[in-house]
């Protein structure tokens, strides 16, 4: 399995801080990609980022590949409390998730 | 907007009971998936399909079943509910690149 593993388990944060989530992966891969959760919904996707690439942007979104460490960061700028959810990485082709980070910003 | 609707939303059953639990996707996707997560924990992979007649089991033992007749469709059924089949169940299904969850189906059985 290329199951991604996400880092901390939980974050809590003030409205306007920013929010820094890491996942780390074991084996080699294609792309790798962030999702979110909301309380008790389904999983939807935010950005992918394939691995000739260090870094892209979505909005407030920021996410980093480190294909020597084999890991990856997802930092949300600015965050509000509408970013309160849990966030899952993934390995494409793999589909397998780990346990995510919760993420409650307070407001 | 993600077009994989998963029916019921909620459900309460008692023990014994048979149940299917509905997923289907109008993207014409091929690959379709089910995953099992209780509350703030990880999902697991339970079943997938790469296609039409195509199903494989996942990482986690399961008692469930699937089937794949049609594209669009891909029903997951419980034959004998249990208690400890209570959880949430998510259908997704992917084509070339990311994946489409529904909104989940919450069993609960007593």
């Known amino acids: 399995s290329q199951q991604g593993e996400e880092d901390p388990q939980a974050l809590s944060i003030q409205e306007g801080e920013n929010a820094t989530m890491n996942c780390s992966y074991k084996t080699s891969i294609n792309n790798l990609q962030w999702y979110r959760q909301n309380s008790g919904r389904g999983l939807v996707h935010l950005i992918l980022i394939r691995s000739n690439e260090r870094e892209k942007h979505s909005g407030r979104l920021r996410v980093t590949l480190d294909t020597s460490k084999k890991s990856s960061s997802l930092l949300i700028t600015a965050s509000r409390a509408a970013d309160t959810a849990s966030y899952f990485c993934a390995i494409l082709n793999d589909m397998r998730f780990g346990a995510g980070t919760r993420l409650t910003v307070k407001p | 907007e993600a077009d994989i609707y998963q029916t019921p939303r909620y459900l309460v059953i008692g023990t014994g009971k048979k149940i299917t639990l509905e997923c289907s996707q109008t993207?014409?996707?091929?690959?379709m998936y089910w995953y099992q997560q209780d509350p703030g924990m990880e999902l697991h992979l339970i079943h997938y399909s790469y296609g039409v007649n195509s199903t494989e089991k996942g990482d986690l033992s399961s008692e469930s079943t699937v089937s794949r007749i049609r594209t669009e469709h891909f029903p997951l059924t419980l034959e004998s509910a249990r208690p400890s089949h209570t959880s949430q169940y998510l259908c997704?299904?992917?084509?070339?690149?990311?994946?489409?969850f529904g909104e989940g189906s919450r069993l609960t059985v007593l």
């Open positions: 993207m014409g996707h091929d690959k």
């Open positions: 997704a299904s992917g084509g070339r690149g990311e994946l489409f």
